[in-house]
C-alpha cells in the first residue's frame, strides 16, 4: 500500500485542523518577502509537526543550520521550554539583522542566538551544549558536512533532520543534470544518513520531505 495521496483539499484540510501559522508567522512572511528574502519557508503542515515533535523529545537544545527569514527558527522556539536554547546558523548578515528582529518581536530574545557566518566555521569554532534536535535547512551540496560534524554533538535518542529531503520531486532521479547540485546534495545526504549505523532513519514526507535519524 502507497498511502494517501496528498491532494490540495486533504493538504488544505490538515493546515486547517492544526493551524500552527498564526498571524505572527504570516506576518513574517509578508516582511521577509518586502526585504526580498527568498519565500522557501516550510510549509504550515512542517510548523505544527516540527511543534509537535520537539514537544514529544521534550527538547531543550536545537541547532539550525540555515535560519534565512527565521520561520522555522520561531516556529521551532515557540515548542521549547522557559530554559531551551535554539541556536542559529544563518550566513547571510541581511537575514541575521532581520531573524533577530523578528525574534524579539516574538519575545524569544532568550531563548534564540543568531550566530552570523558560514555554518562550517561556527560548527568547527563555537561550542555548544548537548544537542537535542538539529534541523538542517541550508546549502544542499554541504548538508552530509553538516551531518557529519552534528551526529557527534546529539544526545543518545536525540534527532537529526534535513529539509528537502524529496528534493522538489527529483530526489529519485536517476538523470539529474550535473549543474543540479541541490538535487545531487540531497541524493549524497540521504543516502549518507540512511547508511550510518547510529542512526535510525525515517522519511516524514511533508512539504518537500524531512529525512530524519533518531541517534542510537
Ligand atoms: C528551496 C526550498 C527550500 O526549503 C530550501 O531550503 C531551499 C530552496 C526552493 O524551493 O528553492
Ligand atoms: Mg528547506
Redesign the pocket.
Known sequence: MKGTPLTEKTWKYICDLVPAEDDFLRQLNVEALEQEI?A???SPDQVSFLQFFLRAIQARHVLEI?SLAGYSTITMARALPDEGQLFALEREPEYSFFIRKKVKEAGLENVVTVHTGEALETLETQEFPELDFVFI?AD?MNYKRYLDLTVPMLRKGGVVCG??ALA?GMIADTDVPADRE?VLGMQEFNAAMAARDDLACSMVPL??GMFMGVKL
Open positions: 527568498p522557501i519557508q516550510i540555515g535547512d544542499k529539509d528537502n522538489w541541490d512539504g518537500d
